[in-house]
Every structure is written in structure tokens, then in C-alpha cells.
């Protein structure tokens, strides 16, 4: 493989570009994405300006959780390829750039597993002990109160042990006891068989979600509403201080870094879901050199779209990360990924609006503090597609339909052109998610010349990223903006140079004096601005990011 240049530092501030495989590219027309149709559009996201790649799980699955289910860690599902196509796709990233991380789901395994095919067997088995098991109650019910995501309870029957095991998610996704030294020295070794074949990290699905608490105490009720939780998903009834998030993580999270450390360059983003502890969270997990190097939560994945929450949730971690490590911990953020609805249409009130809130969107991501996470066919403006209930294939949305639809309207093809019959993604007849329309509107080649468009304003601002140490890695301080609840302002700042970056995250006008200091020379990147000497006029979902002269 080619050598990728010495850079351990690489991750921090790092545009990753999220690729979910099977709606990136078909390269056998049988509808379904796969690993020699990535390596095939591997210079489209080169081109965008990013940073690395990050994967979607494709390892060997049934797929009953498009491949969040896992029956081997260390091999090609079919539907995506083989070990060689992964290879290949490796190298191929490398020579353009790129790097190449993966998802690791470590947290709990497919049904179909060997080692739950084994665990299951009966309670003396070698590996009986290496997922959750319990007994049931006096009355048969399960052993305490804790809740599925997916719905229902965390804990169903086994007519083989005649006991309960515990799953967090599918009933067909048992979680892995990691109270057990041999099944987190399994895991490491399923990690170090992808370090071995060039990957530079990985995304940690679930990563809060690794320990339980042995005693099974039953959570408590929850004190208000669960951020993030789908109203009619009793899951967010509950505190959840005992099925996650607890702190005998963090022993194995150092081992987890340890051994990144074995392989120069490497890195790690865990992904927290935690209703009410996330910001405290992602500050302990990436707390100096021996644990993650980034995490993110769902914070900026919801539907909060105002200066005070994405201030708010800044200062929130700012302050954890003050507390625990005199602000060396390192966030990630993103707007759009695989499990939420697509922020355009999450945030835009019409769908004229939209653009504008693409355009907005990426350029105030850029400006945070952190590494950034971006999503596939986000830097087309895509809308959430709009799915019937026979079209979905989502447990999570079936179980919770119609007021949830789960999370396939965000997972549909990419659009790479206006062809017929699935606009460049396949050739095939059908494919698995279907292509809609308004999607293929906005595909990425009528795009590519448009100086107008809201890729073009995608690579514009990562080529601007890039160019601005303070903008990758400098600090973020907020600024004061009196009697103004609309515009979130701040400078990014390091040795070199300052900036300012000012937000109007209203569909109103608002005017602002700014300092004679800024003044129009020093304009790097806006929108819908006016500067007239010292007063600011920003139009509706306006911004400006400006040179501070000093």
C-alpha cells in the first residue's frame, strides 16, 4: 500500500466525509452499493477537499440493521465485496489523500455470531459469560426495567438457557459483556486485523454503550423530555444511568488507544448517545493522550436550529472539557449523518429555503471548533426523501411508524446524475432504497460548473477550512451581541491570525456596529451581507467570516 505521509496530528480538525456504501455507488447493477463502486468515485470526494473517509459497517451481517448487526468482524459481506475490493479501495484513497476510516460496532454483535451461537448453547460453554445474560424474575418478567432503542424491552427470553440476554438495540443484536477480559481482548484483536490491512481509524458506533452496570439496578424515570428521542419511543422515559455510559468505559477506552497508538497516525471518533450527559461525556472520552481522540453526540443533530443551542451546547463542552482536562479534549460535530432526518430539512421552514440553509450550514460548520464530520450528498443540499411504508426498510422506522419513519429517508442513493432509470447510481432495475425525484434535481453533475451551487459553496468553505490554521485548529470565543437572540458570533483565533465569524440564524434582517477594525478588504467568506463603514446588515440566514485587522 502507499505510504501515507507522517502526520499524528491529522485528525485534529479533519474534515471526514461519511460514505454509507450502500447508497454510494452500484458497480454490479444489482441495486445496492458496494466497495468497487466507492473506489470508482473516490476522486469526486477528493475533489470536495476533505480529509478522510469514514465507511459504514461492511463487514459480514444478515443485515437486519444494514450491517450494524455483525457476524464477523473481520471479513467482506458479499453484498459489498471482498477483502481484495477493500484493499484496493484503501489504496486508491490513499493515493488521492484520503484516509480511510471505518465503523466499529463493538458495543453488541449479530444473533448469527459464532460466539453468541456459542454462548447460547448452555451456561458452561467457553464462552458463556461473553454476553449479557441474566435470570428471570420470580414471575418470569425480565430482570429490570431497561428499554430497547428500538423499542420494548432490553432483555429477551432464551429457550436454550432458559435465561434472558440483554440487546440494546434489536432483539437480534446481543450486546457483549465487556466485564469480560476475554471478550474485550477479542474485540482488540478484530481492530488490530483492520490496522493491519492500512485503515487510519475508526468510528466507534455506541461507544458510551459498552459496559452495564453488573448489579442491574433499574433506571429511573426520566426527569423530562429525552433530546434526540422520537416522542412515541418510550426509550426516552428513563434515565439511563445503568444500561450506558458507565465508567468502567473508560479502562477499556485506554486500551482501545493503546493499541491505536502501536500504528502512527492513526485515530479514533466515538459516537455518544446519551439523552442528558453528552457533552460531559465526549469531554471524559477524549481527555488527553490516553483515550479517544474525538468524540460527537446528537446535539447538533436535532432539530434545535438557534444561536443560544448551538452556543449552548459549545459552551457545554468547553466548560466539561475545562473541568476534566484544561480543555484538551477534542469535539466532533456534524449536522447530517446515516441516523437523523437531513438537516435541510430539518432546519428550512419551506423548500425554497433550503439552499439557504445549506449554504449557511456548511459554512458555520467549518467555523466550529473540532473536526467535522460531513455526510454523503449533504454538499448537494438534499432533502430527507420522502418514503411510503411498503418502500422503508428500517426496523426502527417500521416499529415506531407513522409519527417516526425511521432512518431511511436520510439513507436513499446518491444522485451523481439526471440519467434514467437511478440517476448514475445503478444500472439495475430497481434499487434498494428508491431515487426520488427531487433528488435528482440537485445530482452532483449538473452541480460541477455552477458557480452557484451549493457544492460549489462546499468545496469553497473546505478549501477555506484548510487554508486557515485558526479555522482547523485555532481557539473559539464567543463574542457579546447585545439585545440579539438571532446571531451567534465568535472569533477563531490562534498565533497567526483572527477571525471573525457572525451568524444570523433568524429570517429576519438584523444590524450590527462592528469594529473599525473590519472592515470590506477583509472579507474571506458571506452571504447575504451588507458592510457599510462599521454597520453590519445581515439578511436572512446571513454571515459573514472576516479577517480581524490588528
Known sequence: MIAQKHN??????????????????????????????????????????????????????????????????????????TLKDFDVLVERAHSLGLKVMIDQVLSHTSDQHKWFAESRQDKTNPKADWYVWADAKQDGTPPNNWQSVFGGSAWTWDTRRCQYYLHNFLTSQPDLNFHNAEVQNALLKTTQFWLERGVDGFRLDTVNFYFHDQELRNNPPSKGKAAGMPETNPYGFQEHIYDKTRPE?????????????????????????????????????????????????????????????????????????????????????AFSNHDVMRHVSRWAQTDIEQEAIAKLSISLLLALKGSICIYQGEELGLPEAELEFDEITDPYGKAFWPKFKGRDGCRTPMVWDGTEPNAGFSNGAKTWLPVKPDHV??????????????????????????????????????????????????????????????????????????????????????????????QLKLGPLGYIIAKCRS
Open 441 to 534: 434535481a440537485k445530482n452532483s453533475e449538473a452541480q460541477q460548473d455552477d458557480a452557484a451551487s451549493v457544492l460549489a459553496h462546499y468545496k469553497s468553505g473546505l478549501s477555506l477550512r484548510k487554508n486557515h490554521n485558526a479555522l482547523q485548529k485555532g481557539e473559539l470565543t464567543f463574542c457579546d451581541i447585545p439585545d440579539d437572540e438571532s446571531t451567534l458570533a465568535f472569533h477563531r483565533h490562534d498565533a497567526s491570525e483572527k477571525l471573525i465569524c457572525i451568524f444570523n440564524l433568524s429570517r429576519s434582517s438584523v444590524d450590527h456596529k462592528v469594529s473599525s477594525l473590519l472592515d470590506s478588504q477583509c472579507i474571506v467568506r458571506s452571504s447575504n451581507v451588507t458592510l457599510d463603514g462599521t
Open 249 to 333: 468505559n473508560i479502562g477499556f477506552l485506554k486500551r482501545f488507544r493503546a493499541l491505536l497508538d502501536e500504528y502512527p497516525n492513526t485515530t479514533a471518533v466515538g459516537e455518544v448517545g446519551d439523552e442528558t450527559r453528552a457533552m460531559q461525556t465526549m469531554a471524559e472520552y477524549t481527555a488527553g493522550n490516553d483515550m479517544l481522540h474525538m468524540c460527537y453526540s446528537f446535539e447538533m443533530l436535532g432539530s434545535a436550529f438557534s444561536a443560544d443551542h448551538f452556543k449552548s451546547t459549545i459552551e457545554n463542552f468547553e466548560s466539561a472539557s475545562n473541568t476534566i482536562t484544561e480543555g484538551q479534549s477534542w469535539p466532533c460535530w
Open 8 to 81: 499524528s496530528d491529522w485528525w485534529r480538525g479533519a474534515v471526514i466525509y461519511q460514505i454509507y456504501p450502500r447508497s454510494f455507488q452500484d458497480s454490479t447493477g444489482n441495486g445496492i452499493g458496494d466497495l468497487q463502486g466507492i473506489t470508482s468515485r473516490l476522486p469526486y470526494v477528493a475533489d470536495l477537499g476533505v480529509d478522510a473517509i469514514w465507511l459504514s459497517p461492511i463487514f459480514t451481517s444478515p443485515m437486519l440493521d444494514m450491517g450494524y448487526d455483525v457476524s464477523d468482524y473481520c471479513d467482506i459481506d458479499p453484498l459489498f465485496g
